[in-house]
């Protein structure tokens, strides 16, 4: 079965998918930052990259860039996106058994986003809704089920690995101001 939008009988103009640009500021921002580089199974850098994309893992180079003088909650977003493309879609992480394209990957790794950045009161449905809907259009509904598992996974992994990281930075950061308060 395909997923497809029926089509109108008489021609009419179909409304365009707004992918807007997240905005405003990400709570601990410079703590949960921290925290995504901890899990990155790759360098990260910030550079000024032209056209519309926010970001890019390069799997050749093993590194991930992202755009720079975006907001805080578009700068988490992407980087949560592109460490879900290092880790699950890289030549070394991909599952050998689930042969991806570059459309199943983008789905997957923007659903692993919108998942993660949720579960840490992050709001993307703006950008990440219509991003998912250009990606998956005429996706069968069993690799749609399969993905979902993956996807499921995947993000349960990561906010994992993100609050153990959040935990130790927590630890570091008391214990620090036990020693300095004991001196």
Known sequence: MTWTIPMPTAARELPSLDIHELTGDVKEYERFYKALVSISPVPITFEDIEGG??????????????????????????????????????????????????????????????????????????????????????????????SLERIRSFADEMITGIDRSLEKQIRREQNRAFREEAR
């Not at 058994?97 to 986003?113: K, S, Y």
């Open 53 to 146: 994309a926010k970001g890019y893992y390069n799997d050749a180079e093993k590194r991930i860039a992202i755009k720079t003088r975006m907001s805080e909650a578009q700068t988490i977003k992407t980087l949560i996106h592109e460490i879900s493309h290092a880790t699950y879609h890289s030549k070394e992480g991909r599952d050998k058994d689930f042969p991806l394209d570059r459309r199943h990957m983008e789905t997957e790794a923007e659903a692993i986003a919108s998942v993660v950045a949720g579960a840490y009161s992050i709001d993307s449905s703006s950008y990440s809704y219509p991003y998912l809907a250009s990606w998956a259009s005429g996706k069968e509904v069993k690799e749609l089920k399969d």
